[in-house]
Structures are given as structure tokens and as C-alpha cells.
């Protein structure tokens, strides 16, 4: 039945008259139906979690993880394994608090942490009064500079809401003021940004994640309070009481540091020179442990290549895992990717980054005429419950660093949507941890990726180069 239903999908490809080789979808089968008694994701998971934890690039742990890694691609049976050194700068976490205070009342720790690449506070901290605005608009359409604007002379405060979506829309749309918002209230005058937490939980953990500054517009300190706080803020605020808050926040920027791209491969054959790329990134922020974002993805596409390598049938194209050195805070690993590896041709570049939640959907960013090929491999994964899309199936946007990566490279790209419903529950907080992951929901992601690598590798023609 099942590979029944992958021939019968594969009908649109033959009506234009390409298509995979029969017994090239039968491995493909074969792959999945074996991912899904695979309980390696879930082990590589396990150790990078509890042997390794929070991994922020740069840092001692980074290094634990990076040595951690080419064990890990090594004892898998990948071959090439090797760790890219890249130097960085990084940004240091200090001590941070924030005291809420109104009227004679006693003041309101809150639960609270910088956002990345903040400035520090002076030493003294910032007191100021609160300017409340509802969303990054309202703080942009109140004047345009520290004349015009209540900002002024103020510690502002975001109570940007993060809509629970499927697809990460909701954050898509929300994350704007913890990247822009220090920006846009010091150009109005404003002392520092206090933005709600960019999350869609209701817990006592406050959303860290990048932010940056302007040339030309002054560095004021830039922290997130969790959602809870953030309501007790709107709630008084709303009552219409005079609100102050007090800042403490210690952070260094720009210390030298070196991270390192880690990569395993599946060796091809007769197209040995061209790259199936299935990533992840190895670096997290400095909270909780880096389970979902992205130990998940790290473990998934790890744990697919092992199984091209275990099923002994080699791939035309070689598989290349690529496991990036600091997403989080500058793509500075998929930079210095392209800039090493610009030249050689890619059939495929994706990454798994959006937690561990089941793949839904299969979307391309191939030229057309290698659209069926990948309408196939949809076809394939249909039992697994992904679904090929009746609208916008050659948009797909193959996550952060391989998104980069085909931007600028003009290299062709897949997506594997996953369930991300519950995703920003938990991102970037203390609260990305092991315990939060259904391990029943990784053999169906290996299943997935494993499919993708393989008959990539496999296709009798060139996905690329997509239209961007
Ligand atoms: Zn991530």
C-alpha cells in the first residue's frame, strides 16, 4: 500500500516525463519504513542534552558540543567528519534585574532577561518611568524623534503579542520588536527597551534572542519580562497607574572567540561532486539546553544520514551534514560555509530548525521542471501525513541558514514544515529542555529527511537553480 501510493503520486512527474527509477523509490520506502524503528534521534538527543546542555557559539560549551559532534557523525559511520574552525565575536551574558514600581507599593521583581547583543545598563542602572506602547507600530507612529515622541527621557515597553500558529506566522509577525524595537526607541529618546517575551506560553520564563543596534542611533540596553509580567504591567498600566521601573543589566559584546561548522558525509558516486546538504544548527542561547533549537534538528538530520550510510546502498550524490557554528546571534557558520564551499554545486540545500513537532508538509525552491521530482518525494512521505501543498508548492523556505545559503548562493532548496504550534512555548527560555520533546515524534522526522537526502541524491536531473 504504501509503495503504492508513492508510484501513484509519482504520476504527475511521468506525465512530463521525468521521474525517479523504480527501484530509486523503492529504497526511498525502505528508508522511511525503517526511520520509523529508529530510535537513534532520540539518543543523539538524549546525550547533547544531558552531556552537553545550553551551547551558546563561542563558549566553552560550544567547544564540548563541537567535540561532541564529530564523535557522534563518526561513530554513525559518516565519513569526511571534520570540524570548521570560524572565529567569531560573541556576546556575554552578565547579571540583569528589573523592578517594577508603582505608588507606595513594594517594587515587583520580574522575571526577566537581556536580549542579545544588548549594551550593559551604566553601573548605577537605569530608574526611569514607563512608556507603554501596545506593538512595535504604536511606538513607531508616536513622533520620530525625542522632541516628538513620549519616549523620550522613558524606559519603553513593547507588549508585542505572539499569535500560536502552525507555521511560526505568529512569530514572523511579532519578532520585529525585539530585533528593531532598541532601535526605534532610542531614536526617540528613549533610556532602554523592555519588550513582553516573544513566546506563546503563559509561564514564569522570559524569551531571549537576537537584537540589534543602527549606526548613528545610541545603544540603550534591551531586555524581555515574561508574559505573565507583562500582562501584570498592562493590567496597571491600563488602571492608569504611573508606572517606573529599575534596571540593572551587565553584558560584554564583541569578545574574540572561534566556533566551528562540524560536517559528515555520505560519500556519492558517479556525482560524488554534488551535495545534498541536510543541516541543523549546533550552537542555542545560554537558557534552558538547546533541546528543541535546535538539539532536535541536530539529532534528526544526524540520524538520517546515518541510515543512507547503515542501508548500504550509496547515494549518486554525496550527503552532506552540516551542523552550523553560531545561528543564533549572526549565521556567522553558513557564511563561512558559502564563502568555502561557493563554488561547488549543490543539488539541495535544507535545514531542520523548528523543534521536534511532526513533519506536515513538503514544499520545493527548485526550477520547475524538477518541481515533480519533488512532488514525488511528498508522494513517498504521504503516509507519514505530509501533504503536498495546492498552492505556493515552490515556495518553500528551507530554514535559517540554508535560507542564507540559497540566497545567496542561488542554490535549489526543500522544506519540511513541522508542527510548530507549541514551539514558542519554549523558545529560547530556560524551559528548552529534553523533558519538553515527545520522543515519538523524531523516527517519523528521520523518516522524512532520510526520503529527502536519498532521492535528491538520486534525481536524474539538477534541482537548481530556483527562481528567488
Ligand atoms: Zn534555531
Redesign the pocket.
Known sequence: MLAAAALAACGGAQAQGITFAEDDLRHAARLRDLALHDGQAWALLQQLCTEVGARPAGSAADAKAVAWAQAALQRLGLQQVRAEPLPIRIWQRGPASALLLHGSAAAEPLVMTALGNSVAAPPEGIEAEIAWYPDLAALRADGHDAASSRASGRIVFIDQKTERTIDGRGYGAAVMARVRGAVEAARRGALALGIRSIGTDRQPVAHTGAMGYEIGVPRIPAFAVSVPDAERIAALHGAGTLLRLRLQLQAQSGVEAVTHNVIGEVPGTDLADEVVLISA?LDSWDLGQGAQ??GA?VAIVSAAAALLQRAGVRPRRTVRVVLFGN??NGFDGARAYGDRYGSVVHQLVSES?FGAGLVWQLRGRVQPAALPLVEAMAGVLAPLGVAWPAEGANLGSPG?DAALLMRRHRWPAVQLSQDGTNYFDVHHTANDTLDRIDPATLPQNVACWAVVAWLAAQAPLRFGPPSL
Open positions: 544548527h533549537d535546535d534538528g545561528e543564533e530548525d535559517p
